[in-house]
C-alpha cells in the first residue's frame, strides 16, 4: 500500500461546503421555529442553495475517491469508511423519524453517498470515461422526466421501492432526498477531476499547495466532515430550543 496523504485543498473545499451547509441548516432551524418565514421546498433561494452544497460535497467526495485509488487504498480500509458512512446514514433516517415521522430521511445524502462509493470504486478504471457517464447519469433524470409526462406506466419508479434511483416523475415527500441519478453523475465527475488533477506533476501540484492560514480552520472542517455532519443539527437545534423555551 502506498503512503496516504491528505491535500489540504480537498479538504478546505469540503470545509467551505461545511459551512455553507452549516448556515442552511441554521436558517432551516430558524424557520422551523417560526423566528423566520421561508419556503425551503419551492423558494429557488433555498432549493438552488441546496443544490450547490450537495453538489460540492458529492464532487468532493469523488475526489477523494480519486485520491484513496491513487494512494492504493485497500478493500479493507474503504469497508471501514463506508460503514461509518452507513452506520452514520442509520442514525439519520432513525433522528430524523422522531422529529418528522411523515417526512424522514429514508434516502438522503448519507444514503447517497453510501451507495455512490460502491459504484464510484468499482469504476475508478474508466478513466476520461467518467466525463461522459456522469453527463449521462444527470440527463438520465430530465429523460425520465419525460417518460413520466408520455407513459404512466412508469409511476412505479415514484414508489419507495424504487425511487431511491431517481428515476422519478415527482419528488417524494422527506426531509432530504439525494438518489442515485442525477447524483451519481456530480461523484463521478468529481472522481474523473480528481484523476486528473493526479495524472500530472503540474497539476498535482495545484493540490499540493500549501493552504494560507486563514483556510486552516476550512482544512479541519473538511477532515472532519462526517463528524461535524451528524453534530452540527443536534446542537443547534437543541439550543435554539431551549433559547426559545427560556424566553417563552
Known sequence: ????????????????????????????????????????????????????????????????????????????RFWKRWAQVSGCAVLVTAGSYLMFPRSFIYFGVLHGIAVMLIVVRLTAGWGRWLWPAGALAIALKFVAEYVHSMWAGASFLNERAFNWLGLIGHKPITEDYVPLLPWLGVMWWGMAAGQWLLSDAGRRAWLSTTMSRGTAPLSWLGRWSLSWYMLHQPVMIGALMALKAAGA
Open 1 to 76: 500500500m502506498r503512503s496516504s496523504i491528505r491535500f489540504d485543498a480537498i479538504d478546505a473545499l469540503r470545509g467551505a461546503a461545511i459551512v455553507w451547509m452549516t448556515v442552511f441548516h441554521f436558517c432551516f432551524d430558524l424557520n422551523h421555529l417560526g423566528w423566520i418565514r421561508q419556503n425551503f421546498y419551492s423558494d429557488p433561494l433555498w432549493t438552488w442553495q441546496r443544490t450547490c452544497i450537495v453538489s460540492l460535497f458529492l464532487f468532493c467526495a469523488g475526489l477523494g475517491q480519486a485520491v484513496a485509488v491513487a494512494q492504493g487504498q485497500s478493500w479493507s
